[in-house]
Protein backbone atom coordinates (compact mmCIF):
# COMPACT_ATOMS: atom_id res chain seq x y z
CA UNK A 1 0.00 0.00 0.00
CA UNK A 2 1.28 3.41 -1.36
CA UNK A 3 0.77 6.43 1.10
CA UNK A 4 1.75 9.48 0.30
CA UNK A 5 1.95 12.74 2.61
CA UNK A 6 2.33 16.20 2.22
CA UNK A 7 3.40 19.25 4.21
CA UNK A 8 5.28 22.28 4.18
CA UNK A 9 3.01 24.53 1.98
CA UNK A 10 2.12 28.19 2.72
CA UNK A 11 1.63 31.94 2.36
CA UNK A 12 4.77 33.37 1.21
CA UNK A 13 5.92 36.92 -0.42
CA UNK A 14 7.47 37.23 -3.97
CA UNK A 15 10.75 36.12 -3.89
CA UNK A 16 10.73 34.50 -0.56
CA UNK A 17 11.34 30.66 0.04
CA UNK A 18 9.31 27.32 0.75
CA UNK A 19 10.33 24.11 1.36
CA UNK A 20 7.53 21.07 0.85
CA UNK A 21 8.25 17.78 2.11
CA UNK A 22 6.52 13.90 1.03
CA UNK A 23 6.39 11.47 3.33
CA UNK A 24 6.01 7.85 1.47
CA UNK A 25 5.45 4.77 2.65
CA UNK A 26 8.42 2.58 2.45
CA UNK A 27 6.72 0.24 -0.19
CA UNK A 28 7.66 2.61 -2.94
CA UNK A 29 11.41 2.52 -1.78
CA UNK A 30 11.63 -0.84 -1.80
CA UNK A 31 11.28 -1.21 -6.07
CA UNK A 32 14.51 -1.28 -7.61
CA UNK A 33 12.80 1.31 -9.80
CA UNK A 34 10.56 4.35 -8.82
CA UNK A 35 9.94 7.62 -10.22
CA UNK A 36 8.31 10.19 -7.78
CA UNK A 37 7.74 13.85 -8.63
CA UNK A 38 6.32 17.14 -7.54
CA UNK A 39 2.55 18.56 -9.66
CA UNK A 40 0.98 20.99 -8.84
CA UNK A 41 -2.39 22.65 -10.40
CA UNK A 42 -3.85 26.38 -10.27
CA UNK A 43 -7.85 27.26 -10.59
CA UNK A 44 -8.88 27.32 -13.95
CA UNK A 45 -5.33 25.15 -15.25
CA UNK A 46 -4.17 21.86 -16.12
CA UNK A 47 -1.98 20.17 -13.87
CA UNK A 48 1.71 20.43 -14.70
CA UNK A 49 4.64 18.21 -13.64
CA UNK A 50 6.85 20.96 -11.97
CA UNK A 51 10.26 18.11 -10.80
CA UNK A 52 10.53 14.78 -11.01
CA UNK A 53 13.19 12.18 -10.01
CA UNK A 54 14.02 8.51 -10.47
CA UNK A 55 15.12 5.91 -8.72
CA UNK A 56 18.93 6.72 -9.57
CA UNK A 57 18.61 10.17 -9.00
CA UNK A 58 18.07 11.51 -12.19
CA UNK A 59 15.80 14.70 -12.56
CA UNK A 60 13.41 16.55 -14.75
CA UNK A 61 11.95 20.19 -13.97
CA UNK A 62 9.58 22.29 -15.78
CA UNK A 63 11.36 25.61 -17.59
CA UNK A 64 9.36 27.58 -15.61
CA UNK A 65 10.95 26.17 -11.99
CA UNK A 66 14.65 25.46 -13.29
CA UNK A 67 17.22 27.29 -11.60
CA UNK A 68 14.64 28.14 -8.43
CA UNK A 69 13.40 24.91 -7.33
CA UNK A 70 15.13 21.78 -6.21
CA UNK A 71 13.90 18.09 -5.92
CA UNK A 72 15.52 15.62 -3.47
CA UNK A 73 15.05 12.39 -2.06
CA UNK A 74 15.92 10.84 1.27
CA UNK A 75 16.21 7.23 1.43
CA UNK A 76 16.78 7.02 5.34
CA UNK A 77 13.85 8.80 5.68
CA UNK A 78 11.46 8.10 2.88
CA UNK A 79 10.82 11.39 2.01
CA UNK A 80 11.01 13.31 -1.18
CA UNK A 81 11.18 17.24 -0.68
CA UNK A 82 11.02 20.54 -2.95
CA UNK A 83 12.84 23.10 -2.03
CA UNK A 84 11.38 26.54 -3.78
CA UNK A 85 13.66 29.31 -3.63
CA UNK A 86 12.45 32.88 -5.61
CA UNK A 87 9.04 31.94 -5.57
CA UNK A 88 7.02 33.68 -8.04
CA UNK A 89 2.58 34.51 -7.98
CA UNK A 90 2.52 32.71 -10.96
CA UNK A 91 3.93 29.30 -8.23
CA UNK A 92 0.56 29.84 -6.48
CA UNK A 93 -0.93 26.27 -6.62
CA UNK A 94 -2.46 23.28 -4.72
CA UNK A 95 1.21 21.03 -4.93
CA UNK A 96 0.76 17.20 -5.31
CA UNK A 97 3.12 14.41 -4.31
CA UNK A 98 3.38 11.51 -6.77
CA UNK A 99 4.73 8.22 -7.13
CA UNK A 100 5.23 5.81 -9.81
CA UNK A 101 6.68 2.40 -7.93
CA UNK A 102 8.38 -0.27 -10.85
CA UNK A 103 8.43 1.96 -13.37
CA UNK A 104 11.95 2.57 -14.59
CA UNK A 105 11.79 4.85 -17.08
CA UNK A 106 10.41 8.26 -15.67
CA UNK A 107 8.24 11.11 -17.80
CA UNK A 108 6.31 14.23 -16.67
CA UNK A 109 3.07 12.92 -17.32
CA UNK A 110 0.67 12.65 -14.50
CA UNK A 111 -0.57 9.70 -16.36
CA UNK A 112 1.99 7.30 -15.53
CA UNK A 113 2.08 8.23 -11.67
CA UNK A 114 -0.61 6.01 -10.06
CA UNK A 115 -0.74 7.19 -6.53
CA UNK A 116 -1.43 10.69 -5.03
CA UNK A 117 -0.64 12.56 -1.84
CA UNK A 118 -3.58 15.15 -0.96
CA UNK A 119 -1.57 18.31 -1.82
CA UNK A 120 -0.55 21.07 0.19
CA UNK A 121 -1.45 25.15 -1.09
CA UNK A 122 0.97 27.09 -1.95
CA UNK A 123 0.31 30.93 -1.93
CA UNK A 124 2.24 33.29 -3.32
CA UNK A 125 1.73 37.26 -2.79
CA UNK A 126 3.54 39.70 -4.65
Known amino acids: QVQLMESGGGSVQSGGSLRLSCAASRFVLTFRFYCMGWFRQAPGEEREAVAI???????IYTDSVKGRFTISQEAAKNTLDLQMNSLKSEDTAMYYCAAAPGRWSCSQKGGDFGYWGQGTQVTVSS
Open 53 to 59: VSSDGST
